[in-house]
């Protein structure tokens, strides 16, 4: 993939991160705590249904894609499991007593029950074709995709507050599924050659099976990620309450910044190792790739610890407990980046049994500590639960890899996480009063990266002299 290719599939996903800058603040003055919980409750709803319904064959469609000849086949394989499910399951709450906007809300609602339904199946739709444009490489596309709902979104919010004198979480959700829906029809238009040769393919019963025994353990592997994710939001709910969650839920999407750039590195790397792994895969090559992100991710690690106190500027007063949250917010997304490039293992040799160990394995930890921190600490509980279950599924990812391919080079690796994951932990629990302090400590671990890294470093630095040299 060129330097074109990488800047047009960074540029939607970096935009959408800037819309969601811009649209955070708005709804933090707008709306009080609990409707942002509520909301948070409801996006954590959408990303379930994803998981649920796409069965990891969107993850198969990647996989698959280089070596298979009929895409039209591919697509609809794909999506054709994942519909039949959504299919019985909205009967399922259609035709009995169920209430979806109870379960969620604990408020009975049938306008709200076809919200959900509809905001899960949209999100499932743009999900799988999202996946198309990525592998196709059309970067250009798949940045309006990304940008389109974040924008469209942040439209609708202000729509809504400039001619409604009152408005609640409900409102907020109407203009996420009409930014949804949005979406999914300019994805339409973007791919209706890929769709209509979906729509005329026939079905290939064999491929279905192979692309099922890929997917499947990765569904248990997926739902435990998304359990993994969103547990913390419903202990909050239940133990501390919907400010709580509030807070928490404002925290997670300032450090949705990482989560982005996390992103944009998975689109570009997995169609890049797959193509690496038909083409003869070097262990190498991708020793020199885990290096370059570590030093990456915990460069924007510190530097997050370090400049938290902006966020203070950025809110309202009662969300400055967020500069001592968001550094373990930021650690969860920066971990599960680091360790696409340490799993390469386990999707090379189809090993994804190991990928649901790793989830499940941080489930269960993630369980334990929020039962144990959130009582206690409530949203900062919440957080370094999390950060500490990401560190346990990003040792796993990376182990099981090193098990079932080949070895790389970690010693130095786990211990720089361990020495940041005691800072994220003194930080966010407010061991020290002091910011100079804590900034202090932020700034030693950076120079000791520095330091440990030095070699790779200074590599890098020549190579980027030289191309400089070389252009001018």
Request: charged share 10%; glycine share 6%; aromatic share 14%.
């Amino acid at each position: 993939m060129n330097i074109r290719n990488i800047i047009s599939f960074s540029v939607g996903p970096l935009f959408g991160a800037v819309l969601g800058f811009i649209t955070l603040p708005l709804i933090a003055w707008l709306f009080p705590q609990e409707d942002i919980g509520r909301f948070t409750l409801y996006q954590a709803v959408l990303g379930f249904g994803v998981m649920l319904f796409s069965l990891a064959m969107h993850q198969a469609y990647v996989r698959e894609y280089h070596e298979s000849p009929d895409k039209g086949v591919l697509l609809k394989l794909t999506v054709l499991p994942g519909g039949i499910f959504f299919l019985i399951f909205s009967c399922i709450f259609i035709f009995s007593p169920l209430s979806l906007s109870v379960l969620i809300f604990d408020v009975s609602s049938l306008s709200l029950d076809f919200m959900i339904l509809g905001g899960l199946l949209l999100s499932y739709l743009i999900n799988i074709l999202v996946h198309v444009l990525r592998m196709q490489e059309r970067g250009v596309a798949f940045s309006v995709a990304e940008v389109m709902p974040r924008l469209s979104h942040l439209l609708f919010i202000a729509i809504i507050i400039i001619f409604f004198n009152a408005y609640d979480f409900q409102d907020l959700i109407a203009s996420n599924i009409i930014a949804l829906f949005v979406t999914f029809i300019a994805l339409t238009f973007m791919l209706s050659p890929d769709i209509g040769s979906a729509l005329r393919s026939r079905f290939n019963r064999r491929k279905m099976k192979s692309m099922l025994a890929f997917s499947m353990p990765l569904v248990v592997g997926s739902l435990s990620y998304w359990a993994l994710t969103t547990m913390d939001r419903f202990f909050l709910r239940s133990l501390a309450g919907f400010e709580e969650l509030g807070l928490y839920a404002v925290t997670v999407s300032i450090a949705s910044v990482a989560a982005i750039l996390s992103k944009i590195f998975s689109n570009l790397w997995h169609p890049t190792v797959y193509r690496w792994a038909k083409e003869g895969v070097r262990p190498d090559r991708v020793q020199t790739v885990v290096d370059y992100m570590l030093v990456g991710v915990l460069s924007i690690w510190a530097l997050a610890g370090l400049l938290s106190w902006f966020i203070t500027y950025l809110l309202p007063q009662e969300y400055n407990e967020i500069q001592y949250l968001v550094v373990a917010c930021i650690a969860m997304p920066l971990l599960y980046m680091l360790s696409e490039t340490t799993v390469v293992g386990i999707g090379i040799t189809r090993r994804s049994v190991f990928s649901m160990l790793a989830s499940i394995l941080a489930l269960v930890v993630n369980l334990i500590l929020n039962f144990i921190l959130i009582p206690e600490h409530g949203a900062a509980g919440a957080a370094m639960a999390s950060a500490y279950s990401f560190c346990v599924f990003f040792v796993v990812r990376t182990e099981s890899s090193c098990y079932v391919w080949e070895n790389i080079r970690r010693n130095k690796m786990y211990l720089l996480l361990a020495l940041y994951l005691m800072a994220t932990t003194v930080t966010t629990f407010q061991f020290f009063e002091s910011q100079m302090i804590s900034s202090l400590i932020w700034l030693l671990l950076l120079f000791l990266t520095g330091i440990m890294f030095y070699s790779r470093l200074s590599h890098a630095f020549l190579f980027v002299r030289n191309k400089v040299i070389d252009r001018c």
